[in-house]
């Protein structure tokens, strides 16, 4: 399955209301009043595209008919490149240290799926070619850490790992040292769930960093927001308050498979600045996929094929 399939697939409940509501409202109004105008801005928001974005769009239809002298434009098509010129402008790419170990923080409130991210980023570290080392950081969590265990047996991936309740930055620090020893290219840490409005947690976190990046300079090299999609904007507070606490590098947005509120990854990168590096469209280890602004693009607003092409 090609990269665009699989976005398409775990995109269709965002794609289906998206296309669906553009649909209905371009039958009933080909013209573009202004009631029909308000509808459309109305289901634009209601995939959690934002406001900014939103009205961007608004305008780009509201030209496009003008200058079109009332005829039909294509409004999907004029959604989708709005879309895809503000994704395009930041990197995406995973920062790998040349010749040396890099290392990955993954962070994010409870139940945002950073444990089965960390496996799933592992796995696509291991067909790229490099030997990657799980951390066990989460010490707290009922079976964080069997869990992470149970995914480094599947796939044949190193885990760190201290006993239940152990200070998360001492396993960090025997992480860095272990994965030295093992001469692994990536460290992936795997850090407790904390809600971004608990200052101590948050300052545990912070610590965890500092002696990452005392046992080896300049790590964590990554600092990844893992956030389920389903949240919708209401991501946002979180990723602003873990910016505050820990400087990101990038997000991964999870569970996009089950939500309509796909289009909440336009309005967090955009708000934040900060890429989108991985997606999560299911459940399998290869559902993690790297992030292409023009095909999430094309998912969300492109009409189906009716004659087999």
């Known amino acids: 399955m090609g990269l665009f399939e699989r976005f398409k697939t775990g995109l269709q409940k965002t794609h289906q209301r998206l296309v669906h509501e553009v649909r209905r409202i371009l039958t009933r109004s080909?013209?573009?009043t202004g009631e029909a105008l308000e509808?459309?801005?109305?289901?634009?928001l209601g995939s959690d595209l934002g406001l900014t974005l939103t009205d961007e769009i608004i305008a780009a239809v509201r030209q496009a008919y003008e200058s079109q002298g009332g005829q039909e434009a294509d409004v999907l098509r004029i959604a989708?490149?709005?879309?895809?010129?503000?994704?395009?402008?930041?990197d995406t790419g995973l920062g790998l240290i040349s010749g040396g170990l890099t290392v990955v923080s993954l962070v994010g409130v409870n139940g945002s799926g950073k444990t089965t991210t960390a496996a799933k980023l592992a796995h696509r570290l291991q067909l790229q070619?490099?030997?990657?080392?799980?951390?066990?950081?989460?010490?707290?969590?009922a079976a964080a850490i069997e869990q992470l265990k149970l995914w480094g047996q599947r796939l044949e991936v190193?885990?760190?790992?201290g006993a239940y309740g152990a200070d998360p930055a001492a396993v960090g620090h025997d992480a860095v040292t272990a994965a030295r020893a093992r001469k692994a290219e990536v460290l992936l840490v795997d850090t407790a769930g904390r809600l971004h409005t608990k200052k101590s947690l948050m300052q545990e976190l912070q610590k965890l960093h500092r002696v990452l990046g005392r046992q080896l300079p300049g790590a964590p090299h990554e600092v990844l927001l893992v956030l389920d999609?389903?949240?919708?904007?209401?991501?946002?507070?979180?990723?602003?308050?873990f910016h505050r606490a820990v400087p990101l590098t990038g997000l991964i947005v999870t569970k996009l498979d089950g939500t309509s509120k796909g289009g909440a990854i336009v309005g967090i990168q955009r708000e934040l600045g900060l890429p989108v590096k991985f997606i999560g469209l299911g459940e399998q280890p290869d559902d993690l996929q790297p992030f292409d602004a023009r095909e999430f693009a094309r998912a969300l607003f492109e009409e189906p094929q009716h004659d087999g092409g």
């Open 30 to 32: 080909p013209r573009l």
């Open 39 to 44: 509808e459309l801005e109305a289901a634009l």
């Open 80 to 90: 989708r490149d709005q879309v895809e010129r503000h994704l395009v402008k930041l």
């Open 129 to 141: 070619g490099h030997a990657p080392v799980l951390a066990a950081c989460d010490t707290f969590r």
């Open 158 to 161: 190193p885990v760190i790992a």
């Open 229 to 241: 999609g389903s949240t919708g904007l209401n991501a946002l507070s979180q990723a602003r308050e």
